[in-house]
């Protein structure tokens, strides 16, 4: 039974790869050098989750899901958002896209009780170019002063989960992949993966 992950970045993979633990063979679009990059032009996450998903399972036989998931912060109006990945420009690092959000913050002097977030991620999973279903996942929290952490990746090292002192980037990814937004999208959708990649 093989899942195709429409990305290629292989932090995404692998931790979906754990979340879903056994039962699946988790792969990405990083042996598919065929498959050009997909344009997100949707303007939310569930409809660049559904393009990216439909467009990969027309071209591949497999079970393919989707994930498009960014930071939303309260006092930057919910921004970076759908366009968390490209916040600092498209080859920004993950540093330089966290440099620009504190900078951000701080033109709008969030202090500390004005530095809520959330991240918010939705799955899309198709087969030959149909939606079979979607689902999201939200964990809250609030954005740290400065990084902490070396776990994990994109804005995690700023991310601070409710109920939790430490960042995203210094928890312990088992931990980590028990709480965030990517496992709880996940978990609603494992029972229905699972069924879906038998019936191939």
């Not at 792969?27 to 997909?38: G, M, N, V, Y």
């Not at 930071?71 to 330089?96: F, M, Q, T």
Request: one cysteine or more; aromatic letters at 4%.
């Amino acid at each position: 039974m093989q899942l195709i992950v429409a990305t290629r970045n292989t932090h995404k993979t692998r931790e979906i790869e754990q979340i879903l633990g056994s039962g699946l063979a988790v792969r990405d679009l990083t042996a598919h050098p065929e498959i050009s990059e997909i344009t997100e032009s949707g303007m939310s996450f569930e409809e660049n989750a559904k393009l990216k998903a439909i467009a990969v399972s027309k071209k591949l036989p497999d079970l393919v899901i989707a994930d498009d998931s960014g930071l939303e912060v309260e006092a930057l109006g919910g921004a970076p958002g759908i366009h968390s990945a490209r916040y600092a420009g498209a080859n920004a690092s993950d540093k330089e896209k966290i440099a620009k959000l504190l900078r951000q913050l701080a033109k709008v002097d969030a202090k500390s009780d004005r530095r809520r977030a959330r991240f918010r991620c939705v799955l899309a999973v198709a087969r030959d170019g149909q939606i079979l279903a979607t689902v999201e996942g939200v964990v809250k929290g609030k954005i740290a002063e400065r990084l902490c952490g070396l776990h994990g990746f994109g804005y995690d090292p700023i991310f601070i989960p409710d109920g939790f002192e430490e960042t995203f980037a210094e928890l312990p990814e088992e931990l980590k992949n028990n709480i965030s937004h990517r496992a709880k999208a996940i978990r609603k959708l494992q029972a229905q993966l699972l069924a879906l990649c038998r019936e191939v």
